[in-house]
Protein backbone atom coordinates (compact mmCIF):
# COMPACT_ATOMS: atom_id res chain seq x y z
CA UNK A 1 0.00 0.00 0.00
CA UNK A 2 1.44 3.28 -1.02
CA UNK A 3 1.76 6.53 1.68
CA UNK A 4 0.29 9.38 0.85
CA UNK A 5 2.08 12.63 0.17
CA UNK A 6 1.25 15.89 1.47
CA UNK A 7 1.68 18.61 -1.04
CA UNK A 8 4.32 21.19 -0.76
CA UNK A 9 3.74 24.49 -0.38
CA UNK A 10 5.63 26.41 -3.87
CA UNK A 11 5.39 29.80 -2.18
CA UNK A 12 8.02 28.76 1.01
CA UNK A 13 11.37 28.29 0.05
CA UNK A 14 13.46 25.59 1.62
CA UNK A 15 16.72 26.69 2.99
CA UNK A 16 18.59 23.85 1.26
CA UNK A 17 17.02 24.13 -2.69
CA UNK A 18 17.33 26.52 -5.12
CA UNK A 19 15.36 29.86 -4.93
CA UNK A 20 13.35 29.72 -8.95
CA UNK A 21 11.90 33.22 -7.67
CA UNK A 22 12.50 35.98 -9.75
CA UNK A 23 13.95 39.44 -7.77
CA UNK A 24 11.68 41.73 -6.70
CA UNK A 25 12.87 45.47 -6.82
CA UNK A 26 13.70 45.41 -10.46
CA UNK A 27 13.65 48.15 -12.55
CA UNK A 28 10.56 48.64 -15.18
CA UNK A 29 11.11 49.23 -18.50
CA UNK A 30 10.57 52.78 -18.72
CA UNK A 31 12.20 53.67 -15.55
CA UNK A 32 15.52 52.23 -16.85
CA UNK A 33 15.45 53.67 -20.04
CA UNK A 34 14.62 57.15 -18.72
CA UNK A 35 17.26 56.30 -15.91
CA UNK A 36 19.96 55.97 -18.99
CA UNK A 37 18.95 59.56 -20.21
CA UNK A 38 19.25 61.05 -16.44
CA UNK A 39 22.96 59.18 -16.48
CA UNK A 40 23.57 60.58 -20.04
CA UNK A 41 22.55 64.36 -18.71
CA UNK A 42 25.21 63.87 -16.40
CA UNK A 43 27.93 64.01 -19.25
CA UNK A 44 26.75 67.49 -20.16
CA UNK A 45 28.79 70.25 -18.64
CA UNK A 46 26.14 73.11 -18.41
CA UNK A 47 26.71 74.71 -15.87
CA UNK A 48 22.38 75.40 -15.32
CA UNK A 49 20.48 72.92 -17.32
CA UNK A 50 21.73 69.14 -18.35
CA UNK A 51 19.49 67.04 -19.97
CA UNK A 52 19.67 63.57 -21.58
CA UNK A 53 18.02 61.49 -24.03
CA UNK A 54 17.62 58.06 -24.64
CA UNK A 55 15.89 56.04 -27.92
CA UNK A 56 14.81 53.14 -28.12
CA UNK A 57 13.38 50.65 -30.37
CA UNK A 58 10.11 48.74 -30.34
CA UNK A 59 12.09 45.30 -28.91
CA UNK A 60 13.37 47.59 -26.22
CA UNK A 61 16.94 48.07 -27.41
CA UNK A 62 18.67 51.03 -26.71
CA UNK A 63 19.52 52.86 -30.36
CA UNK A 64 21.15 56.12 -29.40
CA UNK A 65 21.48 58.52 -26.12
CA UNK A 66 22.84 62.08 -26.43
CA UNK A 67 23.26 64.86 -23.87
CA UNK A 68 22.97 68.95 -24.73
CA UNK A 69 26.64 70.14 -25.69
CA UNK A 70 28.71 71.56 -27.52
CA UNK A 71 28.86 70.36 -31.28
CA UNK A 72 32.45 67.87 -31.82
CA UNK A 73 35.67 70.06 -31.88
CA UNK A 74 34.09 73.39 -30.73
CA UNK A 75 36.06 73.69 -27.23
CA UNK A 76 33.99 73.50 -24.21
CA UNK A 77 36.53 76.27 -22.59
CA UNK A 78 36.03 78.35 -25.58
CA UNK A 79 32.65 78.39 -26.05
CA UNK A 80 30.13 80.33 -23.58
CA UNK A 81 28.45 78.49 -20.99
CA UNK A 82 25.85 81.31 -19.95
CA UNK A 83 22.91 82.99 -21.55
CA UNK A 84 23.94 86.68 -22.56
CA UNK A 85 21.67 89.27 -24.48
CA UNK A 86 24.78 89.31 -27.17
CA UNK A 87 23.91 86.85 -29.43
CA UNK A 88 27.30 85.79 -30.09
CA UNK A 89 28.11 85.08 -26.57
CA UNK A 90 25.05 83.14 -25.52
CA UNK A 91 25.01 79.17 -24.90
CA UNK A 92 22.10 78.90 -27.13
CA UNK A 93 23.59 79.75 -30.42
CA UNK A 94 26.26 76.63 -29.78
CA UNK A 95 24.74 73.95 -28.16
CA UNK A 96 23.31 71.13 -29.24
CA UNK A 97 20.39 69.89 -27.78
CA UNK A 98 19.64 65.99 -25.77
CA UNK A 99 17.16 64.92 -28.14
CA UNK A 100 19.35 65.84 -31.22
CA UNK A 101 22.35 64.61 -30.20
CA UNK A 102 20.56 61.06 -29.47
CA UNK A 103 18.93 61.11 -33.09
CA UNK A 104 22.52 62.06 -34.52
CA UNK A 105 23.78 59.23 -32.62
CA UNK A 106 22.17 56.50 -33.75
CA UNK A 107 24.94 55.31 -36.41
CA UNK A 108 22.45 55.45 -39.31
CA UNK A 109 20.12 53.24 -38.10
CA UNK A 110 16.22 53.98 -39.12
CA UNK A 111 14.12 55.72 -36.17
CA UNK A 112 10.56 55.26 -37.43
CA UNK A 113 8.73 53.35 -34.37
CA UNK A 114 10.83 54.28 -31.88
CA UNK A 115 10.40 56.54 -28.22
CA UNK A 116 12.00 58.59 -27.26
CA UNK A 117 12.83 59.27 -23.74
CA UNK A 118 14.20 62.72 -22.45
CA UNK A 119 14.39 64.64 -18.64
CA UNK A 120 13.18 67.49 -20.64
CA UNK A 121 10.16 68.49 -23.07
CA UNK A 122 12.01 68.82 -26.46
CA UNK A 123 11.39 72.23 -27.93
CA UNK A 124 10.09 73.39 -31.39
CA UNK A 125 13.68 72.60 -33.43
CA UNK A 126 13.99 69.33 -31.36
CA UNK A 127 10.55 68.30 -32.83
CA UNK A 128 10.85 69.03 -36.10
CA UNK A 129 14.12 66.40 -35.81
CA UNK A 130 11.89 64.00 -33.59
CA UNK A 131 8.85 64.04 -36.32
CA UNK A 132 11.44 64.06 -39.09
CA UNK A 133 13.23 61.26 -38.19
CA UNK A 134 9.74 59.11 -37.41
CA UNK A 135 9.84 58.58 -33.73
CA UNK A 136 6.62 58.21 -32.70
CA UNK A 137 6.67 58.54 -29.17
CA UNK A 138 8.32 61.18 -26.77
CA UNK A 139 8.31 60.35 -22.89
CA UNK A 140 9.76 63.49 -20.54
CA UNK A 141 10.45 64.20 -16.93
CA UNK A 142 10.23 67.98 -16.86
CA UNK A 143 8.00 70.45 -18.39
CA UNK A 144 8.81 73.34 -16.82
CA UNK A 145 8.82 75.99 -19.63
CA UNK A 146 5.32 74.46 -20.79
CA UNK A 147 4.16 78.33 -21.38
CA UNK A 148 7.08 79.66 -23.22
CA UNK A 149 6.30 79.63 -26.94
CA UNK A 150 8.76 77.66 -28.77
CA UNK A 151 7.63 74.64 -26.58
CA UNK A 152 3.47 75.56 -27.55
CA UNK A 153 4.77 75.65 -31.00
CA UNK A 154 6.20 72.13 -29.99
CA UNK A 155 3.02 70.31 -29.02
CA UNK A 156 1.33 71.70 -31.86
CA UNK A 157 3.72 70.53 -34.46
CA UNK A 158 3.96 67.19 -32.43
CA UNK A 159 0.16 67.11 -32.10
CA UNK A 160 -0.28 67.39 -36.58
CA UNK A 161 2.42 64.98 -36.83
CA UNK A 162 0.44 62.49 -34.67
CA UNK A 163 3.42 61.65 -31.74
CA UNK A 164 2.44 60.71 -28.69
CA UNK A 165 3.60 62.74 -25.68
CA UNK A 166 3.19 61.34 -22.14
CA UNK A 167 5.29 62.87 -18.52
CA UNK A 168 6.83 60.45 -17.14
CA UNK A 169 5.90 59.03 -13.66
CA UNK A 170 8.68 56.88 -12.48
CA UNK A 171 7.45 53.57 -10.38
CA UNK A 172 11.15 53.91 -8.24
CA UNK A 173 11.68 57.36 -7.67
CA UNK A 174 15.27 56.60 -6.55
CA UNK A 175 17.91 54.69 -8.12
CA UNK A 176 21.48 54.65 -6.90
CA UNK A 177 24.40 53.96 -8.53
CA UNK A 178 27.40 52.76 -6.25
CA UNK A 179 30.39 51.71 -8.52
CA UNK A 180 31.89 50.07 -5.05
CA UNK A 181 28.60 47.56 -4.74
CA UNK A 182 29.40 44.84 -7.56
Not at 16 to 37: C, I, Q
Not at 157 to 170: I, K, N, S
Request: glycine share 6%; aromatic share 10%; with cysteine.
Amino acid sequence: MSQEVPAQDTNTVDSESPVNHKRKGYLHWDDYFMATALLSAQRSKDPVTQVGACIVDSLNRIVSIGYNGFPRNCSDDEFPWSKSHFFLEDKKMYVVHAEANAILNNNGMGLTGTRLYTTLFPCNECAKLIIQAGISEVLFLSDKYAGKPKYVASKKMLDAAGVEYTRHLPRQKKIIIDFDNV
